[in-house]
């Protein structure tokens, strides 16, 4: 177990959130309604300064919004809300309110229960960050052990051995980030603990760094996870489509009217049209990722730089590796395959379009004059393979490339 005998002088908790102010394609009515449901993560009656323009990072009050804590112990709850292009940023800060004696780790739980009304996750979430700091005590016996309780406090249910994500030294402090990576949405947690107050101190100049910086990391796993939201949606219209063709198949034999057999065409229509939709999303999704990505890696050269020459901040490194190595390559993969799949779920319907009709025209020897194929021998292929065989193939080749 770990001590409770453990202090930090100035325990901080900083939250930093990110909500979307304008969707794609999103029209005015929707962004209105998007920035009231921002505006209700801050204090009533808030005044934000906003201009209608694109913008990198504006901060949208010129002083931090206080609210008078619950605790008496603690200082002012205070907010700092932001823009960032077609994005809303807002930290929420809370500190003991003592910068000479030391506290117990115990009392970032109280700072905690301020901030968390503030957290909660909206559909328009994009992610947070929880940035959890202070400095150490002379006596301090092993700075791992406070980082490890100060995690195990705020968050009882989960594990540091499984949720680290990396280690590092900063500005003459350590520095931890723990993520839950294989879930979705989950807790960003940095943990800063310093040696004095001077170097606390000069750490808060980076919070306007640490502002663009999670949020082009936020926005890269928000666009992985939705890609894997729409990869679902595409695999569930393949289905739509392949039952239809099914359908058409049994009707076919059974000689059903044509009223009924036109219907289900239509209906296929409509499924192929969502599923090529969603292959503009899933595109889109691979661009928003890459441009944050520069972003990001823009962002974090100048955090090194602005440290000194002797900080690495490896694992940030790690994060720009696994978006390149996984998040960028799966999307490619998937898009190339559900890009092949509606091919094939097109070409399986002009077939057996083609059947009914050259069918049903028996006694016409002039109707092959008046109906359309998309190329004869890949209609008679996918005639063939009017089950998908080949799709569904590739749909669990992609699976389990996306498992690894």
Known sequence: NLSAMNQLFYPTIDLFIYDLKSPLNADSAEISDNLQSF???????????????????LELTTDPIPKQAVNPSLQEV????????????????????????????????????????????????IGQTWLISGWLTEDTPDTESIAKECYQILFPKNQWDKDLYGKDDFLQGTIWELWQSRSYPNDHII???????????????????????????????????NSRLIKESLVEHY????????????????????????????????????????????????????????????????????????????????????????????IVRDNN???????????????????????????????????????SGTAIAAYLDFKGEKCQAIFKSSKKAEAT
């Open 39 to 57: 505006r209700q993560r801050l204090p009533h009656n808030s005044q934000l300064h906003d201009i209608e323009t694109e913008t990198e990072y």
């Open 191 to 225: 943990i800063l603990l310093f040696k004095d107050r001077a170097t606390a101190e000069k750490a808060s100049s980076f919070y306007t760094d640490w502002m663009g910086f999670f949020c082009y990391r936020h926005k890269i796993t928000w666009a992985y996870n």
């Open 337 to 375: 395959n559900m890009q092949l799949g509606l091919q094939l779920l097109e070409s399986n319907i002009n077939a057996l379009r083609s059947q009914i009709e050259l069918e049903k025209s028996g006694r016409d020897r002039n109707f092959q004059n008046r109906i359309t194929l998309v190329g």
């Open 239 to 330: 289905k739509k489509v392949e039952n239809n063709a099914i359908k058409l198949k049994q009707n076919q034999s059974l000689k059903i009217d044509l009223k009924n057999l036109q219907q289900i065409f239509n209906e296929i229509q409509v499924v192929l049209n969502q599923y090529t939709v969603d292959l503009l999303k899933l595109s889109f999704q691979k661009e928003i990722i890459e441009i944050n990505l520069v972003n990001y890696q823009t962002r974090l050269a100048f955090i090194k730089h602005k440290a000194g020459e002797d900080i690495s901040l490896i694992f940030f490194d790690k994060f720009s590796d696994l978006t390149e190595k996984k998040y960028l390559p799966q």
């Open 78 to 125: 205070e907010f700092y809300p932001v823009r960032l292009n077609d994005t809303y940023g807002l930290r929420v800060d809370c500190s003991v309110n003592n910068l000479t004696e030391p506290q117990a780790i115990e009392s970032f739980e109280q700072i905690k229960k301020e901030i968390q009304p503030y957290s909660n996750l909206t559909s328009l979430s």
